[in-house]
């Protein structure tokens, strides 16, 4: 643990480190599929914060706040499985905080490709107001994302990045639910 300490510190003794935050808008596609609802495909506009630390240009860490806000669905919901199906109206939200680790290459001083991966505590929740329904979930994933970097100035830099997200819940029905963004977002370096 001290020796990663140490290369942690030396690392981060250069020009090129220190903390930045940023801020994305994105366009969110979202699927869920369960034992009781049928393949459900939504698309939502998303917002995403984050704070990181750049030890260097090619290595960072990030923490972020994900969140889809509530947006409705048309649900094709069985009352078990195997039965028929009845289309209803339901609200969705999933939030999504996650720690994940960011490598760059650069190819000018003003541009550069990333890729991350990361570690995320997801939450999920679900109301079929028509029918009295609700449910929540959480759970620990997996995300992973890759994007370009235009570096305006010192202190801003402009970036797209596209991020997956897919997760099953651990609870009595088998859901699968998947988010894919791709989003604009602006880093600032205090």
């Known amino acids: ?25 994105g366009h969110t596609k979202f699927r869920y599929n369960s034992d009781y609802i049928a393949d459900i495909k939504e698309d939502k506009t998303s917002n995403r914060f984050l704070a990181g630390y750049a030890f260097d ?19 094709d919901l069985r009352s078990s499985p195997g039965d028929p199906l009845a289309p209803i109206k339901g609200n969705f939200r ?34 079929i107001t028509d029918y009295g ?4 979930d959480n759970g620990i994933t997996y995300p992973v994302g890759i994007g370009a ?12 990045a596209a991020r997956y997200l897919d997760f099953e819940t651990g609870s009595a029905v088998s859901r699968d639910i998947s988010l894919s963004t791709i989003s604009i977002g602006i880093k600032l370096t205090p």
């Open 133 to 136: 329904l609700s449910d929540s």
């Open 57 to 75: 240009p090619y290595f960072s860490i990030e923490a972020s706040y994900f969140d889809t806000q509530n947006f409705n669905a048309d649900i």
């Open 149 to 160: 970097e235009l570096k305006y100035d010192k202190l801003t830099a402009f970036y797209v």
């Open 94 to 127: 999933v939030k999504n905080k996650a720690l994940a680790f960011r490598g760059s290459y650069p190819f000018t001083q003003k541009i550069s490709a990333f890729a991350s991966l990361g570690i995320s505590r997801w939450d999920m929740s679900m109301d």
């Open 1 to 25: 643990m001290k020796r990663i300490f140490l290369i942690l510190l030396v690392a981060s003794s250069n020009s090129y480190s220190g903390g930045y935050f940023g801020f994305e808008l």
